[in-house]
């Protein structure tokens, strides 16, 4: 369990922090660049859980809990001393895409790309998606440079896809989807 009986520590007022391993780089590495969009995009979510209904509101709990195991896999660089730390697990995944299956049953397929809005809920959902997106792309750079946990790169792809899912659900409760017209103010 972890303890925190002071917050500030002064050791990172020189533009660097501790990673999970107690090695110090920079606060613009690759590594803490990935785990801080990371933790951007659980920040997101909890302004999404203010507007989800109960059960959509249980999920993003769990999704927040997944961040932290993400954002704790991140912030340890892989190594065989360490492949013992809490790292993601294929089982996470699967569980987004068994909800994603089951939020997609209840969906009217698409005729046109979905635009980012409708109801709170949802306009909240599509948000944290783009910095889904972003934090992908950030722990793809990261991949490029150093060994991470290719687990971390699919439950961000996974989750980006949940998002999208979950705002057509809200969306379509609320009667709020608006599709894309191509070419509609020309």
């Keep these: 369990m972890i303890k925190l009986n002071k917050i500030y520590t002064k050791t990172g007022d020189g533009g660097d922090t501790a990673l999970g391993n107690g090695e110090r780089v920079l606060k613009d590495s690759l590594r803490v660049s990935a785990y801080g ?3 951007e995009l659980n920040s997101s979510i909890g302004v999404t859980t203010l507007y989800a209904a109960s059960e959509l509101k249980r999920k993003l ?9 993400l954002g704790a896999d991140l912030c340890v660089p892989m190594s065989e001393q360490t492949d013992k730390k809490l790292r993601v697990s294929s089982n996470q995944i699967e569980k987004l895409e068994a909800e994603i299956d089951e939020m997609n049953d209840v969906l009217e397929p698409l005729n046109s790309f979905v635009l980012p809005g ?5 306009a909240f959902l599509h948000l944290a998606r783009t910095i889904c997106r972003r934090a992908e792309r950030a722990v ?9 946990n290719e687990n971390t790169l699919m439950y961000l792809n996974r989750l980006s896809d ?4 979950a705002s057509r659900v809200e969306n379509q409760e609320n009667s709020t989807e608006v599709l894309w017209s191509p070419g509609k103010n020309k």
């Design 118 to 122: 409708g109801c709170k809920s949802a």
């Design 140 to 148: 793809v750079s990261l991949r490029s440079k150093e060994k991470i």
């Design 162 to 165: 949940w998002l999208f899912v």
């Design 37 to 39: 969009s990371v933790d």
């Design 61 to 69: 709990k769990n999704i927040q809990n997944d961040l932290f195991d």
